[in-house]
């Protein structure tokens, strides 16, 4: 990972050069600094965070519209899961008859 050194931003990388989408700064990468670079334990390095699924460890219901076209469900699991990188919170919904999941808009 790589930070700008002009606004601190994360720099990504186009073909041999780190670029910032913030404010465009270049830089040319370093092939022994980035062999250098390595991972914290426990750091997550098989791809995205887990999805929160509303039906896992929840019985309560609540009365909730399927929004799903074939679905007349009014009923549906719910689950709260932190937005991330910030204080609020979004429910997740799971539909008892269907099993569409949305989140609350």
Not at 9 to 34: F, K, L, Y
Not at 53 to 65: I, K, L, Y
Request: aromatic share 6%; proline share 6%; charged share 30%.
């Amino acid at each position: 990972m790589q930070f700008c050194d002009e606004c601190g931003s994360i720099m990504h990388t186009e073909g041999d050069t780190w670029v910032c989408r913030s404010c465009e700064n270049e830089e040319p990468r370093d092939s022994h600094a980035e062999a250098a670079m390595t991972t914290q334990n426990r750091q997550r390095t098989d791809g995205g965070p887990a999805v929160a699924d509303a039906t896992r460890s929840s019985t309560e219901t609540v009365q909730e519209p399927c929004p799903a076209d074939d679905c007349d469900s009014d009923r549906a699991a719910y689950g709260m899961m932190p937005k991330p990188g910030g204080s609020f919170e979004v429910r997740l919904f799971t539909c008892v008859k269907c099993g569409h999941k949305w989140r609350e808009s």
